[in-house]
């Protein structure tokens, strides 16, 4: 058995997770997801619960569930991802997980005894830990000198989203939680899954400890690069700037970079154009550690009823991760 570790967050992890929980029988999988999440329900958990933000765990622990065909598990993953689309604020747009997760976490006296208690009713192929057991806010200084302080603001940039980022830190600085940084020394693999570069990505490097552990690591480390740039993070950034991005916070070479090699469709393109968001082009010729491959779903991600957040219009596909992800994970490093 080997030990992987996925850390990230976002529907990037959902979807790396989803494909790998098919190797169940072969890998011990810890995903470690972050705790920095300030928008939408995260802000309700954060400032009137006293808890971590629930979506990413929430979104690990459905994705990490087995798939053993019963219809009382399905129904429950089902109720784990439904979103009320009806009701008053704080409860409109938001998921029965999330709730089901606060009110655990109230009953038990303990968010971390709530998530081991879903992984049990959901029967997870492997563990969810978030990254610190405090929460904390993302900063993001800029080229120009803008500070943009709170992950919430990344998805409807107030400045000007052009501009380089040249630092990323949280305030309060807050420790990595124990169970994480020892997945991380076990580890045998360590999966850094597509996702926006600093908002489900780096700001997990940043906690306190992390960089430290990772840059330690003997573990084989293979980065999934994203498909698009992201207005206010990545613009015009090419993909060799994601990678340096990745080894600066974590103090290391990254062994593996897997990247998509399908083109993207044109309607798909032109929404994200509208958005300010264009394919990170392709600057690793002659890498040798550039895996390309077919890693895209084929249809346009409809939107879930009530969810007010912007999300990806097209994602990798898990079933292609997995098959990727398989042989560089059981290969010789």
């Known amino acids: 058995m080997k030990n992987l570790v ?69 129904i429950l993953r089902q109720l784990f991802s439904y979103r009320f689309v009806n009701g ?77 980022v040249v630092n990323c830190y949280l305030l309060p600085p807050i420790t990595a939680n124990k169970e994480a940084i020892d997945a991380i020394k076990e580890a045998d693999v360590i999966v850094i899954p597509p996702g926006d570069l600093y908002a489900s990505i780096v700001v997990n490097f940043v906690v306190g400890g992390m960089k430290k552990a990772l840059s330690k690591s003997r573990a084989k480390i293979i980065y999934m690069l994203n498909l698009m740039t992201k207005y206010g993070q990545t613009y015009n950034l090419p993909a060799s700037k994601h990678v340096e991005t990745i080894e600066k916070y974590i103090g290391r070479k990254i062994d593996k970079i897997v990247i998509n090699s399908t083109p993207l469709p044109k309607n798909i393109l032109q929404a994200y154009k509208a958005e300010k968001d264009f394919p990170v082009e392709f600057d690793l010729d002659g890498d040798e550690r550039v895996v390309l491959a077919d890693l895209i779903g084929t249809k346009r991600v409809a939107k879930q009823k009530g969810d007010i957040i912007k999300r990806s219009l097209i994602r990798h596909e898990p079933d292609k991760i997995a098959r990727t992800l398989k042989d560089l994970i059981f290969e010789p490093k």
């Open 6 to 74: 996925v850390i990230g967050g976002g529907t990037g992890s959902y979807v790396t997770l989803m494909g790998l929980k098919k190797f169940a029988d072969e890998l011990n999988i810890s995903a470690i997801v972050t705790v920095a999440d300030s928008g939408g329900s995260a802000k309700q958990e954060r400032d009137e619960f006293g808890l971590l933000p629930v979506s990413d765990m929430r979104k690990a622990l459905i994705a990490l569930a087995k798939d053993s065909g019963d219809r009382r598990q399905e």
């Open 88 to 164: 008053q604020a704080g409860v409109r747009g938001g998921t029965f997980g999330n709730l089901f997760i606060v009110a655990l976490s109230n009953i038990l006296g303990s968010e971390k005894e709530a998530i081991e208690e879903v992984e049990m009713m959901l029967q997870t192929q492997g563990r969810v830990l978030p990254v610190s057991l405090k929460t904390s806010n993302l900063v993001m200084e800029y080229k120009n000198g803008q500070v943009i302080v709170g992950e919430h603001y990344l998805d409807d940039f107030p400045g000007d989203g052009t501009q380089e």
